[in-house]
């Protein structure tokens, strides 16, 4: 009898191991899908989030009525041609940036929406940020540039848009564009809009860029989410 109890319990100890094994097995599985899933859900609102914003500084851009972002004071005839060579260009943009310092720490990948007016020979002044017109988000009223806390003008430091964060908030470790543009590199991670609407890449020297241009997000999890700008320019 004593035999047979042993037996029993042998049984059922060996069941219930492997019935303990089964389950963390699900579990694995389960959490491993979990992650999966978390990282396309913020890839997914990242993208729905970059859309809107290129479609917005699309629309500043479109909107703005000034003739050049510069008043010249007298210019040089050459400085007076060569900015009306690009009175056109509101140079409304979205620019990425990687923000780290010793103010804010590390931020991450993050973007601004701004304006800004060309050199006085006319050519285009690409640094972030300096005499700007930044957007303000239009549901909630902040500026919408999360640039360095001390370049920020001082009327929008203590307003960013939190929601620029992009790093921070969905995980968003990189972001590139591929341009399929000729004289346009992966370094250039802005694009500009003039005031009818035509997109453009470069930096100093613009190009208009090609509709099989690409936003390209790149997740911490080394997943990658792919924007055709075709639906966007």
Same mark, same amino acid.
């Given at each position: 009898?004593?035999?047979?109890?042993?037996?029993?319990?042998?049984?059922?100890?060996?069941?219930?191991?492997?019935?303990?094994?089964?389950?963390?097995?699900?579990?694995?599985?389960?959490?491993?899908?979990?992650?999966?899933?978390?990282?396309?859900?913020?890839?997914?609102?990242?993208?729905?989030?970059?859309?809107?914003?290129?479609?917005? $500084?699309? %629309?500043?851009?479109?909107?703005?009525? =000034?003739?050049?972002?510069?008043?010249? @004071? *007298? &210019?040089?005839?050459?400085?007076?041609?060569?900015?009306?060579?690009?009175?056109?260009?509101?140079?409304?943009?979205?620019?990425?940036?990687?923000?780290?310092?010793?103010?804010?720490?590390?931020?991450?990948? $993050?973007? %601004?929406?701004?304006?800004?007016?060309? =050199?006085?020979?006319?050519?285009?002044? @690409? *640094? &972030?940020?300096?005499?700007?017109?930044?957007?303000?988000?239009?549901?909630?009223?902040?500026?919408?540039?999360?640039?360095?806390?001390?370049?920020?003008?001082?009327?929008?430091?203590?307003?960013?848009?939190?929601?620029?964060?992009?790093?921070?908030?969905?995980?968003?470790?990189?972001?590139?564009?591929?341009?399929?543009?000729?004289?346009?590199?992966?370094?250039?991670?802005?694009?500009?809009?003039?005031?009818?609407?035509?997109?453009?890449?470069?930096?100093?020297?613009?190009?208009?860029?090609?509709?099989?241009?690409?936003?390209?997000?790149?997740?911490?999890?080394?997943?990658?989410?792919?924007?055709?700008?075709?639906?966007?320019?």
């Amino acid at each position: 009898m004593g035999n047979i109890i042993f037996i029993k319990k042998t049984t059922l100890s060996a069941l219930s191991m492997i019935e303990f094994l089964f389950i963390l097995i699900i579990i694995c599985i389960l959490a491993s899908l979990a992650v999966v899933t978390h990282s396309d859900y913020s890839l997914q609102r990242a993208k729905q989030q970059l859309q809107q914003d290129l479609k917005l $500084t699309k %629309s500043l851009a479109l909107s703005d009525k =000034r003739n050049l972002l510069r008043d010249f @004071n *007298k &210019p040089f005839r050459a400085q007076q041609q060569a900015a009306l060579q690009y009175q056109h260009l509101q140079l409304w943009r979205l620019q990425f940036h990687t923000i780290s310092n010793k103010v804010e720490g590390y931020i991450g990948t $993050t973007y %601004s929406i701004f304006a800004k007016r060309p =050199r006085r020979d006319g050519s285009i002044d @690409n *640094k &972030p940020m300096g005499y700007v017109s930044i957007a303000k988000n239009p549901l909630n009223g902040k500026c919408m540039s999360w640039y360095n806390y001390g370049d920020v003008p001082k009327e929008c430091r203590d307003i960013r848009d939190e929601r620029l964060k992009i790093e921070q908030l969905y995980g968003i470790t990189d972001v590139y564009f591929e341009w399929h543009t000729q004289g346009c590199k992966k370094v250039h991670k802005t694009i500009f809009y003039d005031s009818f609407g035509q997109a453009y890449c470069g930096s100093s020297s613009l190009q208009p860029i090609s509709k099989n241009a690409i936003l390209v997000l790149q997740h911490k999890k080394y997943k990658t989410f792919r924007i055709k700008l075709v639906d966007i320019l």
